[in-house]
């Protein structure tokens, strides 16, 4: 079977739109009967994709390098390659990915911030760190980049300046229990209890199901040496 650009990308918003679950007999129906001609750089980016559809991210991976190979700049399967390289754990893999998209679209926002995640989960903090910069200096109101930064810099030791970037997240989303808790976590980790206990109160606040926030809270309480309150705390199931 063979089929036109035009109905790859059909096919692909199809998918997208309606979940692929439940879909699956159908997909590897497609696939198996997919006919590519050996220069079709966006069949096999197309291929790449329904084989992510189903969970063969090596195959899709090596779908993509045969994309990447017949069109050097061809950007979508370097993106679609980052994503299957991050579901099989090859972060390094990954960031070389981001780093042709750099070059490919220097404008899109995102990609730094993207690759800080990735710096930051192989542990190379001061990249992660460099990334978010280059991330808020397009977009400074960025909430995953300052939380990129945040953490990366708590990792180094930079106390001071953790705190400093998890303030500017709250005051940029005030009401989120989830950066209420977040900054909470910095708090404690600095043995700063009772500035623990405060913020988890508030991201208990605006979150009344935020089982791990109780958890933490009672861990804060058990520090300031109310246990009753730390046993009720790690008692609660939301």
């Not at 043995?191 to 933490?216: R, V, W």
Request: aromatic share 12%.
């Amino acid at each position: 079977m063979r089929l036109t650009t035009q109905q790859y990308d059909e096919i692909e918003i199809k998918y997208m739109s309606d979940s692929a679950d439940g879909q699956e007999d159908e997909i590897f129906e497609l696939i198996e009967n997919l006919e590519l001609d050996a220069d079709d750089y966006r069949g096999f980016r197309f291929r790449a994709y329904l084989k992510s559809l189903v969970d063969d991210y090596e195959g899709g991976i090596d779908d993509c390098n045969m994309a990447i190979m017949l069109e050097p700049m061809y950007a979508d399967a370097y993106h679609l390659r980052m994503m299957l390289h991050q579901y099989v754990d090859d972060l390094v893999s990954a960031i070389a990915d981001i780093d042709a998209l750099v070059e490919l679209l220097p404008d899109l926002l995102g990609l730094y911030c993207h690759r800080a995640v990735f710096k930051n989960r192989i542990k190379d903090y001061e990249g992660a760190i460099s990334d978010a910069n280059l991330e808020l200096d397009r977009n400074p109101k960025d909430t995953f980049s300052n939380l990129q930064r945040a953490y990366a810099k708590s990792m180094l030791g930079f106390k001071k300046e953790s705190l400093e970037d998890y303030d500017r997240i709250v005051a940029m989303q005030p009401d989120s229990g989830i950066v209420y808790k977040m900054r909470a976590d910095e708090y404690y980790k600095q043995e700063l209890y009772q500035q623990a206990l405060e913020d988890y109160n508030l991201a208990i606040a605006f979150e009344p199901d935020y089982e791990d926030a109780y958890h933490c809270r009672g861990d804060a309480k058990f520090k300031l040496g109310d246990k009753e309150g730390a046993k009720q705390d790690w008692d609660v199931k939301t």
